[in-house]
């Protein structure tokens, strides 16, 4: 069973730094592509950021230079810090394996200006 549990949301001012984790349990993070994306209200959910089972990560333009996707293999967690936060952060994250069903809770995130 695989299972993908998010936690590190919350209220944050503008300018403010987060730190997202996600734990992993019934796959393997590293042999597997991972991603985070988001969601904002009456929006779509957009990709903020993948790193593959090489290690090579990949981010959308909008967070590049303030996000960074890592992971712990000896934990089975995949990480967003998210710095220099902007009001147009706020939305759902959400954990998931790459092109897979596999697919977290998700987390609230809100930015206040």
């Known amino acids: 069973q695989v299972q993908l549990v998010e936690s590190g949301g919350g209220l944050v001012q503008a300018g403010g730094s987060l730190r997202l984790s996600c734990v992993v349990s019934?796959?393997?993070?590293?042999?597997?592509?991972m991603a985070w994306y988001r969601q904002a209200p009456g929006k779509q959910r957009d990709m903020v950021a993948t790193?593959?089972?090489?290690?090579?990560?990949n981010y959308a333009d909008s967070v590049k230079g303030r996000f960074t996707i890592s992971r712990d293999n000896a934990n089975n967690t995949v990480f967003l810090q998210m710095s220099s936060l902007k009001p147009e952060d706020t939305a759902v994250y959400y954990c998931?394996?790459?092109?897979?069903?596999?697919w977290g809770q998700g987390t609230q995130v809100t930015v206040s200006s």
């Open positions: 998931c394996v790459q092109n897979s069903r596999y």
């Open positions: 019934g796959i393997i993070v590293r042999n597997n592509d």
């Open positions: 790193i593959n089972k090489w290690g090579v990560t």
